[in-house]
């Protein structure tokens, strides 16, 4: 192939980050991030109530991964303020914000974002329509992201959107140009899902002539998907994006209880379970040795486990560029 590999990358928050910290390097792959826009907790929640922005956390993230600045210049925009009417919000959201207030448009607002953080590829918004994540779940109704995230889920779960949002223009052509996309890691119903649910979505994902990969999350989310194996992520996955996935990408290596710490309270590993004879599972050793640090002034509490962008990258541009 004589151009760059179009990459496309669904999600929104860590996950997505590391994968694109994974491979921004790679001077092969045209690189996109859509990204979830369901957030209303912590600074993003706070935004949105106050200025009636979009969130931008997840795309600051995004941002930040691909941005091809010095260090500590990304560790001044990450910086969050630990005290005062500002407390809990990054500098880096407080940017987006003031960059869509002034484009009153956040497609442009992060152009000039990409100009001012020095990013390489893109980073973009599933949608442009103000929403929030809805699940029915054995017969209540939880609306919010924030509040989902703190909810034990019931079965039968329902997913929707408030709003009827419909797919961005430069998500939509996102995901018709991909040669590659690559939905996950991250939280299921917080970060992944909310982007499938979002008015023709679905429809381009079902008609994209890209090759799908999905790459499992490393533990379970406590309340959520208990009990969960990848197959049972893998289901989720297709059923909602009603998409068949080409490839799935497993972690097989055993999590200790020293780096098991670093996840939420009850969390799992994701084992492979019954898609260990499935030809499309490729299994390898993907954790990060060193753990996320939680943030000053950082409310919400993470899970600090993550894949290791080094171990992501020689593993997705092998599958992606076999010798």
């Not at 092969?28 to 109530?49: C, I, P, W």
């Not at 005290?83 to 959201?93: D, Q, S």
């Not at 956040?106 to 100009?115: D, G, N, Q």
């Not at 939905?183 to 023709?200: D, H, K, Q, T």
Request: net charge neutral; proline share 7%.
């Amino acid at each position: 192939m004589d151009r760059p590999l179009c990459v496309t990358v669904i999600g929104g928050g860590t996950g997505t980050r590391t994968v694109l910290q994974a491979l921004r390097d790679e001077t092969r792959f045209d690189l996109t991030a859509v990204v979830s826009m369901a957030d209303n907790g912590g600074s993003s929640g706070k935004l949105r109530k106050e200025l009636g922005v979009l969130p931008p956390g997840d795309l600051r993230q995004c941002l930040l991964a691909l941005s091809m600045l010095p260090p500590e210049l990304k560790a001044v925009l990450e910086y969050r303020f630990a005290k005062g009417t500002i407390n809990g919000h990054p500098i880096g959201n407080l940017l987006i914000a003031a960059a869509q207030e002034y484009c009153n448009n956040m497609e442009e607002a992060l152009c000039l974002m990409k100009l001012l953080l020095q990013v390489r590829g893109n980073v973009v918004p599933v949608t442009t329509t103000p929403t929030h994540l809805c699940i029915e779940h054995g017969g209540t109704v939880t609306t919010g992201e924030i509040e989902i995230v703190h909810t034990t889920l019931a079965e039968p779960r329902r997913c929707s959107l408030t709003g009827d949002p419909h797919v961005g223009r430069s998500a939509l052509q996102a995901i018709n140009r991909a040669d590659v996309i690559i939905i996950g890691p991250g939280n299921l119903y917080a970060s992944v899902l909310p982007n499938f649910l979002v008015r023709g979505v679905r429809n381009a994902i079902c008609t994209a002539p890209a090759r799908f990969v999905y790459l499992a999350n490393l533990v379970t989310s406590p309340g959520h998907t208990d009990g969960w194996d990848a197959a049972k992520y893998l289901a989720t996955i297709e059923e909602y994006s009603e998409r068949y996935m080409d490839i799935v990408v497993v972690n097989d290596r055993e999590l200790s209880p020293e780096l098991l710490a670093h996840a939420p309270a009850g969390a799992a590993p994701v084992v492979i379970g019954t898609l260990r004879e499935d030809q499309r599972v490729l299994c390898a050793d993907l954790v990060d040795p060193t753990p996320l640090q939680q943030q000053k002034g950082d409310i919400i509490e993470r899970n600090h486990l993550r894949h290791d962008p080094t171990k992501l990258r020689t593993l997705l541009t092998r599958l992606l560029f076999p010798s």
